[in-house]
């Protein structure tokens, strides 16, 4: 009999004539065991290697995405250790955006209330208090086995950027110098190439950009949110889409393409958040589903954990690792280098690799509207000053260009310089629409998209009438 079948077993017999709430109980509890068991496996099939996972997850409430308050869990997965989620550190506390450390024996993690960096072991143990600040990332310098933590001041606030960064070492943490002066910067958007010779900024946000640490000279590479540095040689980048669905990948050569991450199943197409690349370029980790928003959370928000294709052009299979009915963010994913099929090999050859193009294909319809995503406000959009909302439609007629489908999205202009245009379109009204794929329009990846609707499953396009 497997471990999970002898647990559930002997926890059913223990529950015989219990009460019927407590029978409850323990049935869910079974559940989670199951599902536990499950998650364990597919992690490990998943890395091929030994594989950690930690979050932070609220305990009470569902909407503080960015952590900012006292009030969560620090939450962990190691199938090596045991077939099942537990707690690292409990709560109520704060632990804003949990790192692993390169060895993944240890977590960095901000009290963002007390302004404090602290470490702790894998299993809870060895809390130790480490500096003041926020912590941003945690790097080991491949020649001296030094590892560093890169932090800035406590803002969380994008319109309220820092303008330094600073790095002190783990092992000694008085050891301290500053990385970057007189450039604003937000939170959460720090992550360094293997050998520290590049390190992804938002500086600030939209803007995007390759920061040679060296040099202190900036290659812009586009406009949107969370970046990320690739954590091998290649020095690529991804960038998170307005619409919190997509990364666009970019080499500093000037490649471009897009890899689509709100189809894991579970998520179903929504918005998802928190995207984070892992110790090993194949693996990537984010949180969702945000059926009500980002900013709203949700009792659903899960911890997800993806693998790469070989060529980096998409996700090849995902792991939900959380389900407890609870707000889980800040996921971070540690790998065991050097094991495994997905071993950590040089990847240069990736800033080479073929982008991916889009020749332009203009289509013309006449189409039903089905469906409308509400009209956001200012502050729901916050700090975005404009956004595209998404329409549904069913199509009539195929006018020009090509289209298989029978149902299309269509992303117009819903605010634009703080002003709301008026759609006047009612569910039912047959229209002609001039329309262009979303994808193609790579000037709007760093725009708010905000979709709201039942069937988000269809072609996104964008109407090009619209602004």
């Not at 007390?114 to 299993?123: E, L, M, P, R, S």
Request: with cysteine; glycine share 8%.
């Amino acid at each position: 009999m497997s471990l999970s079948r002898q647990w559930i077993s002997e926890r059913l017999t223990c529950g015989m004539g219990a009460p019927a709430w407590l029978r409850g109980i323990l049935l869910l509890s079974l559940l989670a065991g199951c599902r536990d068991a499950s998650v364990s496996g597919e992690l490990r099939q998943l890395a091929d290697a030994p594989i950690k996972v930690v979050w932070c997850r609220q305990q009470s409430g569902t909407d503080d995405v960015f952590a900012k308050k006292a009030g969560f869990l620090l939450m962990g997965f190691d199938p090596q250790d045991r077939p099942a989620e537990r707690v690292i550190l409990n709560g109520p506390g704060s632990y804003h955006k949990p790192l692993f450390s390169s060895t993944g024996d240890r977590i960095v993690f901000t009290d963002v209330p007390k302004g404090t960096i602290y470490a702790v072991n894998w299993d809870g143990t060895g809390l130790t208090e480490l500096s003041s600040g926020l912590a941003e990332e945690v790097w080991a310098d491949p020649e001296t086995g030094i590892e560093w933590v890169y932090k800035m001041s406590v803002t969380t606030d994008m319109k309220n950027p820092a303008h330094e960064a600073w790095r002190f070492q783990l092992d000694n943490p008085a050891v301290e110098e500053v990385v970057v002066t007189d450039m604003p910067l937000n939170a959460d958007h720090i992550q360094l190439s293997q050998d520290g010779a590049y390190m992804c900024v938002q500086h600030p946000w939209p803007q995007i950009g390759a920061l040679h640490v060296e040099s202190g000279e900036v290659k812009e590479v586009g406009k949107g949110c969370w970046p990320a540095m690739a954590p091998d040689n290649s020095y690529l980048m991804w960038i998170f889409d307005g619409p919190h669905r997509n990364l666009i990948f970019h080499s500093l050569d000037g490649k471009r393409w897009v890899v689509n991450i709100n189809g894991a199943s579970g998520i179903n197409g929504v918005e998802v958040y928190h995207p984070r690349w892992g110790n090993l370029d194949r693996f990537l980790c984010m949180t969702g589903p945000y059926r009500r928003g980002v900013y709203k959370g949700g009792a659903d928000v899960s911890v997800y954990v993806g693998r790469f294709n070989e060529k980096l052009t998409k996700v090849d299979e995902w792991v939900q690792v959380s389900d407890r009915k609870a707000a889980d963010f800040y996921p971070d994913v540690w790998v065991k280098p050097g094991v495994g099929r997905y071993a950590d090999v040089d990847y240069v050859h990736f800033g080479e690799a073929s982008a991916v193009d889009h020749e332009e294909e203009r289509l013309v319809v006449k189409a039903r509207l089905v469906e409308k995503t509400p009209m956001p406000t200012l502050a729901d959009i916050a700090p975005y000053t404009q956004t595209l909302v998404v329409y549904r439609y069913k199509v009539n007629d195929v006018v020009s260009g090509q289209f298989d489908g029978r149902q299309l999205l269509v992303a117009h202009w819903g605010i634009v310089d703080r002003k709301t245009i008026d759609l006047p379109l009612k569910v039912g009204d047959l229209v002609e629409l001039e329309l262009e794929p979303y994808e193609n329009r790579g000037e709007l990846e760093g725009e708010r998209l905000v979709m709201e609707l039942t069937d988000m499953r269809h072609p996104l396009f964008y109407d090009l009438k619209g602004k």
